[in-house]
């Protein structure tokens, strides 16, 4: 599977810190649990990276629906 492939799976994604100072994003999906740990510069990279590709996508033109296939998380 590729960046472009489609796909129809859903999951839930959930951000926060830790208390280890770290910067979880865990993916929740059919028989699929997956904590991804970050440093503080690490995930500041990520974000940057995500607002650089949301830009990109915005400047193609084609208003897709957002978040398709993945659950906003829940406060």
């Known amino acids: ?24 994003i865990y993916i929740e999906a059919e028989n ?5 740990d970050f440093d503080p510069e690490e995930a500041e990279e990520i974000a940057e990276e995500l607002l650089a590709a949301a830009e990109a996508a915005r400047s193609m033109g084609s208003p897709g629906k957002p978040g398709k296939g993945v659950k906003k998380p829940r406060r």
């Not at 599977?1 to 979880?24: K, W």
């Not at 699929?32 to 991804?36: F, H």
């Open 1 to 24: 599977m590729s960046i472009n492939s489609q796909s129809d799976i859903a999951a839930n994604i959930q951000i926060g810190p830790t208390d280890r100072g770290m910067v979880r």
């Open 32 to 36: 699929v649990d997956l904590p991804l």
